[in-house]
């Protein structure tokens, strides 16, 4: 499935190359990481820090690519290259969100399984 | 028990993402290497400027200081400008790319980095840095610091170019006679401990000797650095030359070996500098009427009596703060004009 909220064939490599014992514990650093990021977003959209907005856009996306959460990279792409104008809307991080949290739930099923 | 393997190199991973800096540092320890690691670019700047690495692993979004100012700050120094870089990141725009390898990094690899691309990359960078290292003591060894200096900055080009310098010829008055009166290995240790002398005063004055044959030598001074105070420095360096000779002297006298006495000419102006040779082996060096004016100079000492002979460009160039006596003009063999002589006095006159 091309839309899965973690891509198989990206995650599987990992483990191959990384050691899936190894890749638990970067999931878990990255489920501790993660919310910072978003803080992060929402601080320096807040804040109007165009900087920092787009770090933090940039770390989430890089992160996303490493583990197959296309879908999440994706959104925070479009954060990063977008900026804080494309941003304006209350409303602008709720997909962004909504597709974290589905990533984290998947994340941490795999590493149980 | 025995001891670990050394490790193959030490790498310095910066980056401002714990999961990017885990991976990459997981993922190298396996190869042998040893991994530091810095969360922005400015402790990655300070840990290279403080431990030895052998290659950096980049991020360019970065905190405080961020990829570009990193490879900036390492283009500026010279002690880092040939430690090779590979940027590792997820940048958006070929514009950034490029800009990375402008800027002095050794490629660039997209994150998520594929970790058997990286194995030969690393590897790869690692083997042209030995052979790099190998090529730049083999130059230290056979040149001055400013000719490697040079060397390694133009890419070993055998190019040539207009420069104003001043040129220095110096030689062991009567050596024949004393190589003739003395078993041959004593005149090979005088020799290499009037070379060490001469060398010493030279390069302490910002000079490089260029050319040996026999008991002469050339040195040029504002080349292939430029040198402000160029006579200047020459004529000093002549000055201590001829202090350290009186030194070896007293050590020959004490044992009941003659005294050596020293000729020095030199001249100040245009010279053509470059290396000369072929890619194989070639010497830097310096032709023009200058070069055969201090050449000249130097002939005439025996005739003058004298230890140092400048041309008048040299002694406008001291500008008084070192005494001279003017010999009036000589016909130099080689020049149709005759041309003012004058002769050093002694040592600088001490500052105001």
Redo the contacts between chains.
């Keep these: 499935m091309s839309d899965a909220t973690i891509d198989a064939a990206t995650f599987a490599e990992?483990q191959d190359?990384?050691g899936a014992d190894?890749v638990k514990?970067?999931v878990q650093?990255?489920l501790e990481?993660a919310p910072a990021m978003l803080a992060e977003l929402r601080q320096a959209l807040a804040a109007g820090q165009a900087d920092?907005f787009?770090?933090a856009a940039?770390?989430l996306?890089?992160?996303s690519?490493?583990f197959g959460a296309l879908a999440l990279a994706a959104l925070a792409?479009e954060l990063?290259?977008g900026g804080l104008d494309a941003a304006r809307r209350p409303d602008a991080l709720d997909p962004l969100l909504a597709e974290y949290d589905r990533v984290a739930r998947a994340l941490e099923a795999l590493c149980r399984g | 028990m025995a001891e670990p393997d050394p490790p193959l190199a030490r790498l310095l991973v910066a980056d401002d993402n714990k999961v990017n800096r885990l991976l990459l540092t997981r993922g190298l320890e396996p190869q042998g290497h040893s991994v530091g690691c810095a969360e922005n670019g400015r402790i990655a700047l300070d840990m290279l400027r403080r431990e030895p690495f052998d290659l950096l692993l980049l991020d360019i979004e970065m905190p405080e200081m961020d990829g570009f100012q990193v490879l900036e700050q390492l283009t500026a120094d010279p002690k880092l400008r040939d430690l090779p870089v590979i940027v590792t990141s997820s940048l958006e725009g070929l514009d950034n790319i490029v800009r990375c390898i402008e800027l002095g990094a050794e490629d660039y690899l997209p994150k998520p980095v594929n970790a058997v691309l990286l194995k030969a990359r690393i590897g790869a960078s690692l083997e042209k840095k030995r052979l790099r290292d190998q090529q730049k003591e083999l130059v230290r060894r056979f040149a001055t610091s400013e000719v490697a200096q040079d060397l390694e900055q133009s890419g070993f080009a055998l190019g040539g170019r207009h420069v104003r310098g001043s040129v220095m010829f110096s030689d062991i008055r009567g050596f024949t006679a004393l190589v003739e009166s003395q078993p041959p290995e004593e005149t090979i240790e005088l020799l290499n401990a009037y070379y060490a002398l001469m060398f010493d005063a030279i390069n302490d004055h910002g000079g490089v000797v260029n050319q040996m044959i026999g008991d002469g030598l050339m040195a040029i001074f504002g080349a292939p650095l430029p040198m402000t105070d160029h006579g200047v420095a020459a004529v000093r360096a002549a000055l201590e030359m001829v202090e350290r000779v009186e030194l070896l002297n007293t050590r020959r006298l004490a044992v009941d070996k003659p005294a050596i006495r020293i000729g020095v000419g030199i001249a100040t102006g245009e010279l053509v500098a470059g290396y000369t040779g072929t890619q194989k082996r070639a010497t830097y060096t310096c032709i023009g009427d200058t070069v055969n004016l201090a050449a000249r100079l130097e002939e005439h000492t025996k005739l003058a009596q004298r230890t140092i002979l400048i041309d008048p460009a040299t002694c406008a160039a001291l500008g008084g703060r070192i005494p001279v006596d003017l010999l009036g003009a000589v016909a130099l063999r080689g020049k149709a004009l005759p041309v003012e002589v004058y002769a050093v006095a002694g040592r600088p006159a001490p500052c105001a």
């Design positions: 990992l190359s990384a190894f514990e970067l650093t990255f990481e920092a787009r770090r940039h770390s996306k890089s992160n690519l490493t792409r990063e290259l």
